[in-house]
């Protein structure tokens, strides 16, 4: 089956420094990634879609410039959290998906926690 | 503002028997419908969906229904299992949105021995 494969699992950074996190199609071409936040025991929050090789689609209320995503190649997306805060603590996922009708793919997320 | 509104929030269901979560969404434009079953710390993983040309999809001991007219979608889960004790969310997309899912809230479901 299709393996999206999202790193790192976990990171911890302290206040003002950001984080890259890596989304990887392993065994598909990604022509559409959604990159989604979590808070515990709630529900995903959806982003950003980015599409490969052009700017990415901002949710309202979701800044840009902190959340810096790029879709590079069709097998990658990254999701750069810049100048991080205690509010920026969240569990990030992302998905893909291929063309077409095709399903929606989740990573196993990573747990940012913003010291 | 939530387009797809889930319940339960939580669920508790012996062993052997039928769990079932119930979904509602407003946009009539929404074309595909999944479930995504979660486990603490890792995403969510596709169980099963369905689109609106069909009232019913079942694989294995899982079964959504569709009531198009209703606007309603259920999840039923036969024979439930302790391994099945997670957190489901139904989601409804857009094909014209690069399907982009709208996720409900989330049902906790124990399922004890």
């Known amino acids: 089956g299709a393996v999206v494969s999202q790193h790192p699992s976990r990171v911890i950074c302290k206040s003002g420094t950001s984080v890259k996190i890596e989304c990887r199609s392993l065994?598909?071409?990604?022509?559409?990634m959604f990159w989604y936040r979590q808070f515990p025991k709630q529900s995903l929050m959806l982003m950003a879609t980015s599409n490969e090789g052009s700017k990415a689609t901002y949710e309202q209320g979701v800044e840009k410039d902190k959340f810096l995503i790029n879709h590079a190649s069709l097998t990658l997306s990254t999701l750069t959290v810049t100048s991080a805060h205690p509010e920026d603590s969240s569990f990030y996922i992302c998905?893909?998906?291929?063309?077409?009708?095709?399903?929606?793919?989740f990573g196993n997320g990573t747990r940012l926690t913003v010291t | 503002q939530q387009q797809v509104k889930q319940s339960p929030q939580s669920l508790i269901v012996q062993k052997g028997g039928i769990s079932i979560i119930n979904c509602a969404y407003e946009?009539?434009?929404?074309?595909?419908f999944p479930w995504y079953q979660q486990f603490p710390g890792k995403g969510p993983a596709l169980l099963i969906a369905?689109?609106?040309?069909?009232s019913e999809k079942k694989e294995g001991r899982f079964t959504i229904s569709f009531n198009k007219s209703a606007k309603q979608f259920s999840l039923h889960i036969m024979d439930s299992q302790p391994g099945d004790s997670a957190t489901y969310f139904c989601a409804a997309s857009l094909s014209n949105s690069g399907y982009a899912l709208n996720f409900g809230k989330g049902t906790s479901l124990l399922v004890t021995p």
């Open positions: 369905i689109r609106p040309d069909v």
């Open positions: 998905s893909a998906r291929t063309e077409g009708r095709s399903p929606l793919h």
């Open positions: 065994d598909f071409q990604a022509t559409t």
């Open positions: 946009n009539t434009a929404f074309d595909y």
